[in-house]
């Protein structure tokens, strides 16, 4: 078990690779209705890794091709139920935890893959942690960044005040749409107005809580996101409210830290932004030590954002270790 910190004035190891364009771009249809989004880059037979972007709800981007040697890895990306490419957009129906660990297994047996490689942040190192405690024998190792492991303490941190004493202007925009009489329950408040009637609210009230999300993940550059577009924050709103909702489907049972003995032998790297204020380093540090064979490299000068200039070097040299 290895922690590794990075002083603050640490110069990143490691450039992006170059980017590149699919060698396969498809379809699948899942059950319930959903079409997910799938795409190849990279060497046609290289050692295979899956990436799992963010929200739930974020969608893939081409920039998560350039974390890995094209001439090597064979990477696989697709968007989630509901996100994305993917369809019906924003829809919440047929759309758990469970589903998409189901769909993760579908797209590797459909791609012939027997073992692969897992890369995930932030909800996707959520979504990995919880595919390989399914199926710890299809992961060769879990590569993740900006660790959240869906508990409440989590979800109080974020949605119930706890980060609002840095960022006390960003939380008064955020509860400011909300009566004062609800915003004990930040999530229940959106969910209310994210599922409406008026689509013109479901937008308005999505934009304000993908900015609330959006100007805190980067240290190196604060933002002033107003949500992004329209249709974008509609599905990242609901789905991340969706799962929010629901805890992520885990109970006390199947939490991701009651099941770290599943993933005995399987390496990790767990990289993690010091000043991450999405997903606070206390949780990257537990499942660390509760994870004998993970090595958890924090990035001193560091959020949450996978742009991060340190947390992308590291993950690009943490790849071409594996390589």
């Not at 110069?11 to 590149?20: G, H």
């Not at 924003?90 to 590797?108: G, K, M, P």
């Not at 492991?149 to 840095?166: C, I, K, N, P």
């Not at 560091?302 to 200039?309: I, Q």
């Amino acid at each position: 078990m290895r922690e590794n910190a990075h002083p603050h004035n640490a110069a990143p190891r490691r450039t992006l690779y170059p980017s590149r364009e699919p060698f396969d771009q498809q379809f699948l249809d899942m059950p319930g209705g959903h079409r997910v989004y799938l795409e190849q880059s990279g060497k046609v037979d290289g050692v295979p890794v899956v990436v799992l972007h963010g929200g739930p709800g974020g969608g893939c981007s081409p920039a998560m091709r350039r974390f890995f040697d094209p001439h090597f890895y064979r990477s696989v990306l697709f968007d989630q139920r509901g996100c994305g490419r993917s369809s019906p957009q924003a829809e919440i129906s047929n759309n758990t935890t469970w589903d998409l660990v189901a769909d993760i297994e579908r797209i590797r047996e459909h791609l012939g893959i027997e073992r692969w490689y897992v890369f995930g942040g932030s909800w996707g190192a959520t979504l990995a942690l919880i595919y390989a405690q399914a199926h710890p024998e299809r992961v060769m190792g879990l590569i993740l960044r900006g660790v959240f492991l869906m508990t409440q303490g989590e979800l109080d941190w974020f949605y119930e005040g706890g980060v609002s004493a840095f960022f006390p202007e960003e939380w008064e925009r955020f509860q400011s749409l909300i009566p004062v009489e609800e915003r004990g329950d930040m999530i229940a408040a959106y969910h209310r107005r994210l599922f409406g009637a008026d689509r013109a609210e479901q937008v308005r009230y999505a934009r304000a809580w993908a900015a609330w999300e959006s100007n805190l993940a980067a240290l190196s550059s604060p933002g002033r996101s107003t949500g992004g577009s329209g249709e974008y924050a509609r599905a990242f709103a609901r789905l991340e409210n969706h799962y929010f909702t629901h805890h992520g489907w885990l109970n006390e049972d199947t939490a991701i830290l009651s099941n770290t003995d599943k993933l005995r032998g399987i390496p990790g790297y767990i990289v993690q932004g010091r000043y991450d204020m999405i997903c606070p380093p206390r949780s990257a540090y537990a499942l660390h030590r509760a994870w004998p064979d993970s090595d958890l490299r924090m990035i001193g000068a560091a959020g949450h954002a996978l742009s991060e200039p340190g947390i992308a070097a590291e993950l690009v040299s943490i790849m071409d270790e594996l390589r």
